[in-house]
């Protein structure tokens, strides 16, 4: 399949593939990107980095002690969540209740409501702030951006609303798990 740019920056191009829903749904990429959809295209997405892979470790052992886990809700590492009817994005972790998990299938597609998100180098900064709207428009409630680099989070509420949390300050996933806690020291911590 032939590719379209999508976007460009100085930073570099984003190239998308042109295809529909059912094209995508149907589709196996001989490549090692995952694929994110947008609007009739299919476009490259890194996936998690191994040097992340310590930080969803943590945030889902801390989710192990949370009422919500025993409520058999899960977060889920990279999977795909249609935000719309023409947009699929793969956040690095999603929270799913029992029931949407169970509900799941074919022709369902549940909204997260709460999201994680690994910033790093490669992001652009237009489509980072380009998915928190698309979250908050689709009902996710809170999202993490986490910031391995700056040794940061920042916790979205809304599109509008946010905090950043450095060194030994607490963050949490309220109102979605709001017993799901920790530092960003904790985070980071090896």
Not at 10 to 37: C, D, R, T
Not at 93 to 122: C, L, M, W, Y
Request: net charge negative; glycine share 4%; aromatic share 10%.
């Amino acid at each position: 399949m032939e590719s379209t740019l999508l976007e460009t920056t100085e930073e570099k191009a984003v190239l998308g593939i042109p295809m529909s829903k059912e094209q995508f749904m149907n589709w196996h990429p001989e490549s090692n990107f995952l694929y994110e959809f947008e609007n009739g295209l299919a476009i490259p997405t890194d996936g998690m980095k191994n040097v992340e892979r310590p930080i969803i470790q943590k945030i889902l052992r801390k989710f192990t002690q949370t009422s919500a886990y025993q409520e058999m809700g899960e977060i889920l590492p990279e999977t795909k969540c249609w935000l719309a009817d023409t947009q699929m994005r793969i956040p690095d972790a999603a929270f799913f209740t029992s029931s949407q998990i169970r509900d799941s299938g074919a022709n369902k597609h549940p909204i997260p409501s709460f999201v994680i998100e690994i910033i790093s180098p490669s992001d652009t900064v237009k489509r980072v702030e380009q998915k928190i709207i698309e979250y908050f428009d689709a009902g996710v409630q809170v999202v993490w951006h986490i910031h391995p680099e700056l040794r940061m989070v920042r916790v979205f509420t809304s599109s509008r609303r946010n905090i950043t949390c450095f060194e030994n300050d607490t963050f949490d996933a309220s109102p979605v798990v709001p017993d799901l806690q920790l530092t960003v020291e904790e985070l980071f911590m090896l």
